[in-house]
């Protein structure tokens, strides 16, 4: 039964990722599609404390499916996390006269998606937030996947495969940092990918003697004459990593920090695939009146949950993926 909602918002907040521009034009297009008026709100939650907003219709997110990068801009809001911040934000949605707002994000942006629900409910506001995950980092915990995931570990893989020409050429060890301060999926994902040597993730404890020297020893004496180790940023520095392998096997590495680029280009077909259909999600939960909702990926499906709940869900980290690239690792011309 559809609720009548006249009015909502959309924002992206915190880190982009590639399809954060799909998921827009989703919002938006669902909304017209459904009789609800849309609104851009620019710069992530301080859009909505400062009254940064844009008006939105179905041609206003033509040609935008294919980009990457975020057409409302995005930021972190510091001023956000402070309940007079919240207080501003509730402000300007009822000078908009929003109903509903469709935040697209990663963790922070869900902290303030639940701040501002409870603080809208405490101030008797018709106000419903809805999530949509989307963050490279692929780190929220009610969801398998999250948009900008699929791009970033194609442009990272994409990098990595050019460096192993040179390192190849050269028979050089190389370190490849990749995004991840907290999570080490990218890391692990992109590691199996390019046939890594030896991969450092946060969530693995690093020892560095069985991780990465004793792996390139054994690579080495397999015939191996070039290396790639691939870090996450929370796994430690990538050139405190090269001088370590340099004292440990008088190799000379060389260290490739893939930073920002990871976050751009065009999002693929997985990526914008998945953002329209959250998109599509969000509206028709908030159409339907199930506000302060997550909307995730469970077992390839889009399912709703509630906030409260969904944010309290832990992702397990996938080890067996650890033991997937441990055993390829190995380039012993002879069984064991
Ligand atoms: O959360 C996504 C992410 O790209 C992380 O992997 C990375 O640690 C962080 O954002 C970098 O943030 P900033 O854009 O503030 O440098």
Not at 39 to 47: M, P, S
Not at 125 to 144: E, F, M
Not at 237 to 263: C, N, W, Y
Request: glycine share 12%; charged share 25%; with cysteine.
């Amino acid at each position: 039964m559809e609720r009548q909602v006249k009015r909502i918002g959309v924002l992206t907040s915190g880190g982009d990722a590639p399809g954060m521009n799909a998921a827009v034009r989703a919002v938006v297009r669902t909304a017209i599609n459904h009789g609800i008026d849309c609104v851009g709100i620019r710069r992530g939650w301080n859009g909505l404390i400062n009254s940064d907003f844009i008006p939105l219709d179905a041609p206003s997110v033509s040609h935008i499916i294919n980009k990457g990068g975020t057409m409302l801009y995005t930021a972190r809001s510091e001023e956000f996390r402070t309940a007079e911040g919240r207080a501003k934000a509730l402000a300007t949605c009822k000078l908009l006269g929003l109903e509903g707002i469709v935040a697209i994000g990663g963790d922070g942006t869900f902290q303030g998606a639940l701040a501002l629900s409870r603080q809208a409910a405490q101030a008797g506001s018709r106000l419903q937030v809805v999530g949509i995950p989307a963050t490279i980092d692929n780190d929220i915990g009610c969801s398998h996947y999250t948009i900008g995931f699929d791009t970033a570990c194609n442009t990272a893989v994409e990098c990595i495969d050019k460096l192993r020409d040179t390192m190849q050429s050269h028979e050089r060890c190389s370190v490849v940092e990749v995004m991840g301060r907290h999570a080490g999926y990218l890391a692990l994902y992109v590691g199996i990918s390019i046939g890594a040597t030896a991969v450092l993730i946060p969530e693995h404890e690093v020892d560095f003697d069985r991780d990465v020297t004793e792996k390139i020893r054994r690579a080495r004496l397999a015939g191996t004459t070039h290396y790639m180790v691939v870090v996450a940023e929370g796994a430690g520095s990538a050139f405190r990593i090269a001088e370590r392998i340099k004292e440990e096997t008088g190799m000379d590495p060389r260290v490739t920090v893939l930073g920002h680029i990871q976050r751009g280009g065009t999002p693929t077909a997985r990526d914008r695939e998945t953002a329209s259909r959250m998109g599509y999600e969000a509206v028709m939960s908030l159409a339907q009146g199930r506000g302060n909702r997550i909307i995730a990926t469970q077992d390839g499906r889009i399912v709703d949950l509630d906030m409260e709940e969904a944010l309290g869900m832990v992702k397990h980290f996938q080890m067996d993926r650890y033991e997937v690239l441990e055993s390829l690792a190995n380039t012993r011309s002879t069984p064991l």
